[in-house]
C-alpha cells in the first residue's frame, strides 16, 4: 500500500508539473505579437508615423476659438464634476441638447453603416478572459481594463450557512451542507469579466470556433456600445474635457473576410469610417502607423484624426486595422475553402465609425460662431430636430 500510494502522489504532482508548464507555454503565446505587413513603416513611436493624406479645410477664426470644455459648461452640454461626483473622473453626464447629440451620432453613424451594407447588432457589454484573449486585448492590454472580480466564494459560503442554516435552526450537518452547496456557489460565481473597451471584442468573438463556408464570406458587423477604459498614467491636457474618458460610446465595424480579400476590405473599411467624417464636415487626416505606434494585434492600422480649432492639435477618432489570420488563430474561426476542404483560417478587421467624445469636441470647436452659438453640420439635423446650439 506504501509504494501504491507514493506512485499515486508521484504521478499526481507530474500532472501538475504538466499543467503548469502547459499554461506557461499558453501564456508565452499569448505574448507573442502579430507580424507587421511588409507596407508597414519601420519606425519607434508616433513620430515615424506618415500621414497619408488631409481632407478638408481647417476653418479660420477672427478670434481665438473657445476650447469645447467651455462651451459645454456655457451651453449645458456635459457635466464632467457631477459625473465625477457620482463615479469617479472620466465618466461624464450628456444633458440636454448634449444627450440628444450624442443619440444622434448613435443612429447617423449606425444608418450610414447599415447602408453600406453591414449587419447591426447589440452586443453584450460584459467579456470573459477567453474572448478578450480571442482578439488580443489579454494580456496585451490587462492594465488598462476594468476587471470585475470574482466575489470571495468563502465568504458566501459563510453567509449562507449562518443565514440560512444556523438561523433557521434546520437539522442538517453543517459539513455536509458546505459540500453540497459548493458546486452551486461556483457555477454561480464561476469565471471573471471585463467591461469591454471596445466592441471589436464580443462581435469578433461571435464566430469564435466556428467553420465557415466560403458562401459565407464577407461577413460585416456594426454595433453601438458604452467603452470602458482605465487609461493608466493619462494626465494633463491630453486627457482635459472630453479628450480622454473613462467611458465613452462608440459604433464599431467589424469584417471577417476571405485571406485574398483582407486588404482590399482594408480599404473598403478606411473609406467607410472617412465618410461618415466627410458628411459631418470635419476636417480630418489619415495616417499610416508605424511598427513602433501600432498595436499588438495588428498587422496593418490606419488612424484618422479631425482637427481641434481650439486645441490647434489633431485628436483620434478611429483606428482602422487589419489582423490578418492573427485574431482567428486565438478564435479558432475558420472557413472551407471546398465543401470537403481542411478547414483554414479567415481574416479579421475592424474599425471605429466613429468614436463620440473627440467627435463632439471638434464639431463644437470647428462650428463656433461669434455670437456663441454652435452650427451643426446638415446631415445631424434630422437626427438632433436642432441646427444650432445656442
Known sequence: MGETSQLKEKINALKDEKQAAEAKQKRLVLELPNIPHPSVPVGTDEDDNEVAETFGEIP??????????????????????????????????????????????????????????????????????????????????????????????QEIEDWIVNRILKQAELPQDEEEARRKMRPMINDLMEGEFYPIPTAEVPVTNFHRGEILSAEDLPLQYCTYSPCWRR??????????????????????????????????????????????????????????????????????????????????????????????????????????PEPEAKPEFVHTLNGSGLAFPRIVAALLENNQQPDGSIELPEALHEYTGFARIE
Open 60 to 153: 479660420a477664426f477672427d478670434a481665438a476659438p473657445r476650447p469645447h470644455w467651455e462651451l459645454v459648461d456655457e451651453h449645458d452640454l456635459v457635466d464632467l464634476e457631477r459625473g465625477a461626483k457620482v463615479t469617479g473622473s472620466g465618466f461624464p453626464f450628456y444633458v440636454g441638447k448634449g444627450a440628444r447629440l450624442q443619440r444622434a451620432l448613435l443612429n447617423f453613424f449606425l444608418d450610414r453603416a447599415r447602408d453600406r451594407g453591414y449587419t447591426e447588432m447589440q452586443a453584450p457589454l460584459f467579456v470573459n478572459p477567453e474572448s478578450a484573449e480571442g482578439t488580443g486585448q489579454l494580456p496585451d492590454k490587462e492594465g488598462l481594463m476594468y476587471k470585475i472580480k470574482e466575489s470571495n466564494l
Open 231 to 336: 487609461e493608466a498614467g493619462s494626465y494633463g491636457a491630453d486627457v482635459r474635457g472630453l479628450n480622454r474618458l473613462h467611458q465613452f460610446d462608440k459604433v464599431e465595424l467589424v469584417r471577417i473576410v476571405h485571406p485574398d480579400e483582407s486588404y482590399r476590405a482594408l480599404d473598403e473599411l478606411l473609406a467607410d469610417a472617412e465618410s461618415a467624417l466627410d458628411a459631418l464636415e470635419l476636417p480630418y487626416r489619415r495616417l499610416l502607423m508605424c511598427t513602433g505606434d501600432m498595436g499588438f494585434t495588428q498587422a496593418k492600422v490606419y488612424d484618422l484624426e479631425v482637427w481641434s480649432a481650439a486645441q490647434e492639435r489633431w485628436l483620434e477618432v478611429s483606428s482602422v486595422s487589419n489582423f490578418e489570420a492573427f485574431q482567428a488563430r486565438r478564435t479558432k474561426i475558420r472557413y472551407r
